[in-house]
């Protein structure tokens, strides 16, 4: 898993780097607990994700609009909401999408694939990384989604940030000799909404034949 560690590394790098750059100060994850506390009662999970399959969310806490998205070089394509984000970074291997107001972050990295995917060993370097910084991590779960055409793994955990609490719904697919990470971090408070949302793109992933 030499390899997949490297990337990831270099994602959470990257991620660093995206919110050095930013012009505009980030709301401060408090403030966002605050104008949205989690309610996880008023979240109806199968109804977000029917609204992202049809391309329109209309829920009291967020409207989204969504579009094909074309992931990089993969051949991948999926239900994305473009006009919720500001794209930050747009290469070869790195495609990033920031909403500042809301402190929710998407990051899409494409590689190439050199090992078999093992959600275990995975699980064990991220979290021994995260020790090495000095970083609680609560591990909330891990498995494996469907879309149309492909199986998903996945996982979902949560560390602590000067300023609280931040969730990462990691995503790991391959299609031919490529490797598809997406990384979904933001505040714990939208933790739950994120990942019906989330779930919902999932399902609407195809793959070019």
């Not at 607990?33 to 999970?45: F, M």
């Not at 909401?81 to 930050?88: E, Q, S």
């Not at 969730?167 to 739950?192: E, H, P």
Request: glycine share 4%.
């Amino acid at each position: 898993m030499k390899y997949l560690d490297e990337e990831i590394a270099k994602l959470e790098k990257e991620q660093r780097r995206q919110k050095l750059l930013q012009e505009q100060p980030v709301k401060p994850i408090n403030e966002e607990a605050k104008a949205y506390p989690r309610q996880e009662e008023t979240l109806n999970h199968e109804e977000i994700i029917i609204g992202v399959k049809n391309g329109f969310l209309d829920h009291e806490i967020i409207q989204l609009n969504f579009e094909r998205l074309n992931i990089l070089n993969t051949g991948i394509s999926l239900n994305f909401p473009k006009d919720y984000f500001i794209c930050a970074l747009d290469t070869e291997e790195h495609l990033v999408f920031n909403n500042n107001d809301h402190a929710i972050n998407f990051i899409f990295n494409s590689f190439e694939a050199k090992e078999t995917f093992s959600m275990t060993k995975m699980k064990t370097t991220m979290i021994q990384q995260y020790k090495d910084m000095e970083i609680p991590v609560n591990w909330i779960e891990d498995g494996v989604m469907n879309s149309r055409q492909q199986e998903v793994n996945y996982c979902l955990f949560t560390n602590y940030v000067a300023n609280g609490v931040v969730f990462n719904f990691l995503a790991f697919l391959r299609t031919g000799s490529r490797q598809l990470l997406i990384n979904i971090n933001g505040t714990d408070q939208r933790r739950d909404l994120w990942k019906a949302i989330v779930e919902g793109m999932i399902a609407t992933l195809e793959v070019e034949s």
